[in-house]
């Protein structure tokens, strides 16, 4: 027997595929003597377990789900600037790039089956070097079970920890981190799973657990949470009593006996007993009216499938039922479902959501989470891990090394594997800075970043996931020249290759793996695969020349710019930016161009513009604001990228905010996304800029022009998570303007974004497709500006 | 199958009845022609010497008889009937063969057909109703039976009493019909709840032959001290309302007028005989309620000192409370372990707590501490009532109180009966 892999590495591992004979269990569990051997790759699995350490597991009634922290070492670009006091800078580069180690925090969860508990721990075993871990955080109902098998098998003490504090703690984890996490589920629409924004505020809310009985927990703060009820009728009664009305002795068999059956021959329906009048009588004749009801006899056969479903449905509704009398008493209108019979099965989704709809009559939500089976196992890890803070950082999803919601309906992916015999893995990154909302939002709670839902239009998902596919190969071999020296470079980059396609082809057939699917989704998916190889900053060599030569341009681009009155130099100012903005190498229209002309500079790209008016225009408004009223007291401005956009566009305009006495804060950001300028190149870039120019000198040293970063490593923006450090600053100094720059942060995302103050959002589309769709033509221009109503 | 026809001790008698009812046929038939010419609200009355007796009924503000209030639930049908007793011997003689016939079959016999049953412990004697003292007799017969019902009456020639029928519950709108083409009855269907509550509040104030209709269960959380006992209803408001039949009605009662159903579950007393009959193969309420009182659904149901050893304090959960009903039939040895009477008595305590636990919930919202449980899954069901004392009492902390009513299941038929004579 073979297990499969729940990744999108399946079927690749063999060159690392290894082989062990599973031990006949002494209190493993009831597997027995099995003749069992799992065919895995192992670092794919049990990733960095070198560095683990603070073990937690969860150990539920068929799946364990283990936690470890590890730290990675990453390779990542840096910068440098050069002394150049005294040497030919004509012909020396602009700045330095070096790769370093860097090393980061990642936590890992793989969830398996119960079965493999003793194969995975003697895997764990061997493979951990760090010794310094004493204590493995146990929790849930298995825990009392496999506690010697654990204590024996990795010599770690194991201490356990409360289920239901765990559940709560690991909620609330994801609910602060994790975007989209939550989801409310329609089976009848185009799009069963539908994401919810964040709310920043995350409380109050009730816990509804389904394990054998339901639990109820009112959650009102991170530490204060309360049992408020429960029942008895849950995902046991429905197994217990499931086996012996059908002697189908499988939870998932049970389930799937239920979608085939019809309840309607079991149960007496409100039709039943009122007979045709129902309609006449404004009732609902196909309501339950007595589940069970229509067994009352023991000479009638009811087939396996029908007393399932009516199972099922009884089951559900009364905890629908119940939850919503606890809402209603509580008075809140949120419910998440967590536990083994919720479990990311769409039928009990389902029948879990009518009910609450039913029940509450719309006034409360049943949601779902998308990492729901890691909850007690991300809690147990938190317990253990209270010195190293982890709640005092924000944490990120690794779309690399996450397996992604699995749809559990075999028809929705072919390639699927049975729920059972499979491994999952989710993995979150430690982010350097905290993450906190733009405090210029208007209204962050229905704040979505992304223009369009491409989990929900699906001739766009056909578009945006071709469009990725096709641009791979050449993602691929950028990635392997950037780094000549390395020897394995070229098959580093085929590892990228295949992994990233892997995961395009997993979204092709799950677009809700991760999440709502967007092209921001699909572009940091691509940078943290990209991550995952060890190609930090493909474009830093390309960046770096293309800064070096705007640089040499930004006098005679100033100079020119001074030469005309006022009025010309506003409209010059503007479409130096949008030129500027044609300089994207993410856009294939323009790679493909800059590829074979190296040549193609500032002016080429301003006559690729499309003329006045543009497609999205309301450049005379700006204009008359810019004339008419008074100076803007700060601009928060987003920079797109390196080279021309930033030195010959961005600085430019920056210059007659700055002469115009509005203070700048220039927003870059904190990684490397394309050719997008990372802050640390915009530090030295602005440095050189000073040494030229008068104006942006003094504004740098009188704080005037404050240079920071985003805290994202997006070609996109999610202006619900900023560096903390930019929401401070922009609160501070009053910003009342915010400029948004570029196809990634003004068109696929915040396009629809409101704020609290004027802004302006501007970019040059570069794909036909979209254009096509916004109704205009390539290198259509979009002039966004835009007065919030008072 | 025909019950109200085949088997059962009053077998013979029905027979006799069923000839002399075809004797009368003729009799009848002419009568009604007369009919035609009768004045008053009745838009037909039989003719001769009946006529003046029930001419009488109507200015007095009486319907005529026979009186009857009928409930036609999902699984059983309730029916109350009134039998005058103080019938003179001229009333005697005047009294129409049919009308008659009816009377004797009802009140001569416990048990009609098969499945009819009469609950003669619950007769509500020397009652008096619109001015007329007589004794209230309770029936019910399973609703599949319906059909033969309707053909009795038909065959009784009931239509020619031109008798209004109120009927109740669900029943009432699917079998509109048939009593109209099978039996040449039109029925006067009445409001479900009105019917219930109405039926609730009569019986209760008139008493049960000088006993207390309403009771409760003293210390129910102390099975030796436990111990039923009467309570006084008389200023019942607010009261929240549970009436479990084959599913389960909850209604918040603020005045004879004002009240809101304020919700209901499908897992009610179908729901337990029906797994009953699946998982016991029993095929009576009657033996399932036997094997549930010698079973152990703790052999069942997963309770919490399965799973934690012993009380699980962080949440205040005692040991002995179910935390997963039927969650100990997950494992193939225990399923092997367990009796027909365990499983029944599981189903019992299943369906029953959970009730409990919606009552509770219900009367939390809003805010009523009186919780009146009816309904025929509490017959011959003392088990259940006195979970649902000890469950409410338990966990509400002695907050709320559980009563219930002798007449269980017939208050709707009851409330039925009162809209005729209100109606008069």
Redesign the interface.
Same mark, same amino acid.
């Given at each position: 027997m073979h297990i499969h892999l729940h990744t999108d590495e399946a079927g690749r591992g063999a060159g690392i595929a290894f082989k062990m004979a599973e031990r006949g269990g002494r209190g493993s569990g009831g597997h027995g003597s099995l003749d069992k051997s799992i065919t895995l790759p192992p670092d794919e699995i049990f990733r960095n377990l070198e560095n683990a350490k603070r073990f937690a597991i969860d150990i539920g009634g068929s799946l364990t789900k283990l936690a470890y922290y590890s730290t990675v070492q990453h390779k990542v670009a840096r910068v440098r600037s050069f002394d150049h006091s005294g040497k030919d800078i004509e012909n020396e580069p602009l700045y330095e790039i070096s790769v370093q180690e860097e090393i980061t925090a990642r936590l890992h969860f793989i969830k398996f089956e119960n079965n493999y508990i003793e194969t995975c721990l003697d895997f764990i075993k061997d493979h951990l070097v760090n010794t310094e871990t004493k204590v493995i955080k146990a929790t849930g109902?298995g825990a009392y079970k496999f506690k010697d098998l654990i204590e024996k098998k990795l010599g770690l003490k194991v201490d356990k920890e409360?289920v239901? !504090?765990c559940l709560i703690k690991g909620c609330n984890f994801l609910l602060r981190n994790i975007p989209h996490e939550v989801f409310a589920y329609q089976k009848d629409s185009d799009t069963e799973f539908r994401f919810q924004t964040n709310h920043p505020n995350i409380f109050p809310y009730l816990l509804v657990n389904i394990?054998?009985?339901v639990?109820i927990v009112k959650v009102e703060s991170e530490d204060k949470f309360e049992?408020i009820?429960?029942?008895?009728?849950?995902?046991?009664?429905f197994?217990?009593?499931g086996?012996?009305?059908t002697k189908t002795?499988k939870f998932d068999e049970l389930l799937q006996l239920a979608s085939k059956g019809q309840h309607t021959n079991?149960?007496?329906l409100?039709k039943?007993?009122?007979?045709?009048?129902c309609q006449t009588?404004g009732l609902s004749g196909n309501?339950?009216?007595?589940?069970?009801?229509?067994? !009352?006899?023991?000479?009638k056969e009811?087939s396996k499938e029908d007393?399932a479903k009516s199972l099922l449905h009884?089951i559900s509704?009364?905890i629908g039922?119940?939850a919503c009398?606890?809402a209603?008493?509580h008075n809140l209108n949120k419910i998440y479902f967590g536990g083994f019979f919720i479990r990311g099965h769409p039928v009990t989704m389902r029948t879990i959501t009518f009910s609450i709809n039913f029940?509450s009559k719309g006034e409360v939500q049943a949601l779902f989470l998308r990492h729901e089976g890691y909850l007690g196992a991300i809690g147990a890890f938190l317990k253990g891990a209270e010195q190293d803070n982890p709640n005092q950082y924000s944490w990120g999803e690794n779309y690399a090394g996450s397996s992604g919601l699995m749809s559990t309906s075999p028809d929705v992916y072919p390639m699927q594997r049975s729920r059972s015999g499979t491994f999952d893995m989710f993995e979150m990154d430690r982010l350097e800075r905290p993450l906190v909302n733009l405090p210029l939002l208007k209204d962050p709670s229905t704040y979505i970043p992304d223009t369009v839902d491409l989990t929900d239009d699906a001739m766009a998902r056909k578009y945006w996931l071709t469009c990725f596919e096709e641009a791979l190969d050449g993602v691929a071999k950028r990635a392997a020249a950037s780094q000549p020296d390395s020897v394995d470079a070229p098959e580093r980059a085929e590892k990228f290759r295949q992994k990233y396609w892997n995961k395009l082809q997993t979204l092709r057939q799950q677009p809700f793996a991760y999440g709502t699917l967007t092209v921001r989704s699909l572009l940091d998916t691509r940078e943290h695969c990209l991550n995952e190889f060890n190609f930090p900053d493909p474009y830093s060599k390309v960046k770096q020349k293309e800064n070096g030569i705007a640089l040499k341009c930004f006098q005679s681009v100033i100079e020119s710019l001074d030469s005309l009155g006022w009025e010309e130099r506003q409209f010059a100012l503007v479409k130096g930016l949008l030129a500027g903005n044609v300089f994207d190498w993410g856009a294939k229209a323009v790679s493909d161009v800059l590829e074979c002309e190296p040549q193609f500079g500032f002016e080429e790209a301003k006559s690729k513009l499309q003329e006045r008016p543009w497609l999205e225009d309301s450049y005379s408004q700006w204009l008359e604001r810019l004339k008419e009223g008074p100076p803007h007291k700060c601009a928060l401005i987003f920079a797109d990228n390196s080279g021309i956009d930033i030195i010959l566009g961005v600085f430019p305009f920056v210059r007659e905010l700055l002469s115009r006495g509005t203070e700048v804060i220039l927003a870059c950001n904190s990684g490397p996304a394309l050719n997008d300028v990372t802050y640390s190149e915009s530090l030295i870039v602005a440095e050189r800029i000073a040494a030229m120019d008068p104006v942006i000198q003094s504004a740098l040293r009188e704080e005037k022009l404050l240079l920071v970063q985003t805290g994202s490593s997006s070609p996109c923006l999610d202006l619900s998570r900023l560096d903390k450090g930019l929401a401070v600053l922009v609160r501070e100094r009053k910003t009342d303007l915010v400029i948004i720059e570029g196809m990634g942060r003004a068109i696929h995302t915040n396009y629809y974004a409101a704020l609290k103050c004027e802004s302006l959002k501007l970019a040059v589309i570069k794909n036909s497709w979209l254009a096509d769709r916004l109704g205009g033509k390539i290198f259509s221009v979009i002039f966004k500006y835009e007065v919030p109503c008072k | 199958m025909e019950p109200w026809h085949n088997g059962g001790g009053a077998d013979e008698k029905l027979r006799r009845q069923e000839a002399e009812a075809g004797n009368l046929r003729r009799w009848s038939c002419g009568g009604t022609g007369a009919g035609s010419a009768a004045a008053g609200p009745e838009p037909c009355e039989a003719g001769g010497a009946a006529s003046v007796l029930r001419r009488d009924s109507v200015r007095k503000n009486r319907p005529p008889f026979p009186w009857f209030g009928l409930d036609i639930g999902g699984t059983l049908v309730k029916l109350v009937y009134f039998e005058p007793k103080d019938i003179t011997a001229e009333e005697e003689d005047e009294e129409v063969e049919n009308l008659k016939n009816i009377r004797k079959y009802l009140t001569s016999n416990v048990a009609y057909g098969s499945t009819g049953i009469r609950d003669v412990h619950l007769e509500l004697k020397d009652l008096t109703l619109c001015g007329r003292k007589g004794n209230l007799h309770f029936i019910r017969f399973p609703t599949h039976d319906m059909p033969a019902f309707i053909q009795m009456g038909s065959e009784k020639h009931f239509s020619s009493l031109h008798t209004t029928i109120c009927a109740t519950g669900g029943g009432a709108y699917k079998f509109e019909q048939d009593f109209l083409t099978m039996g040449d009855l039109q029925l006067r269907k009445l409001d479900e709840l009105d019917c219930l509550i109405k039926g609730v509040l009569y019986i209760d104030s008139i008493g049960f032959n000088g006993n207390s209709e309403c009771y409760y269960f003293e210390h129910p959380t102390d099975t030796e001290r436990c111990q039923k006992l009467p309570f006084n209803l008389e200023n019942p408001y607010p009261l929240l309302l549970v009436n479990i039949g084959s599913g389960v009605s909850i209604l918040a009662v603020y005045s004879k007028e004002n009240y809101r159903w304020v919700t209901g579950t499908s897992l009610g007393g179908g729901t337990f005989f029906g797994l009953c009959c699946l998982l016991t193969g029993c095929s009576t309420f009657e033996e399932a309620m036997d094997m549930a009182s010698h079973g152990d659904s703790t052999k069942v149901d997963k309770l919490v000192r399965d799973i934690y050893g012993g009380d699980y304090e962080r949440f205040g959960l005692p040991g002995w409370a179910v935390a997963s009903s039927f969650g100990n039939m997950m494992s193939k040895e225990k399923r092997e372990a367990v009796s027909k009477e365990d499983l029944a008595k599981a189903t019992l305590t299943t369906i029953t707590n959970n009730i409990g636990s919606i009552a509770r919930m219900c009367a939390l919202n809003e805010n009523i501490n009186r919780v009146v449980f009816v309904g025929n899954f509490l017959r011959i069901n003392t088990i259940s009532m006195r979970l649902l004392a000890y469950a409410l009492d338990y966990w509400s902390k002695g907050q709320l109180k559980a009563l219930f009513l002798e007449h269980e299941g017939y208050f709707g038929a009851v409330g039925a009966l009162l809209e005729l004579l209100d109606s008069a």
């Open positions: 109902g409360d239901m !504090t394990g054998s009985g639990s049992w009820g429960g029942s008895s009728i849950g995902g046991g009664t197994w217990g009593l086996a012996l009305l002795k079991v149960d007496m409100v039943d007993v009122y007979g045709g009048a009588l309501l339950i009216a007595s589940s069970f009801g229509k067994s !009352t006899t023991a000479d009811f007393m009884m509704n009364d039922q119940l009398l606890y209603k008493l029940f | -």
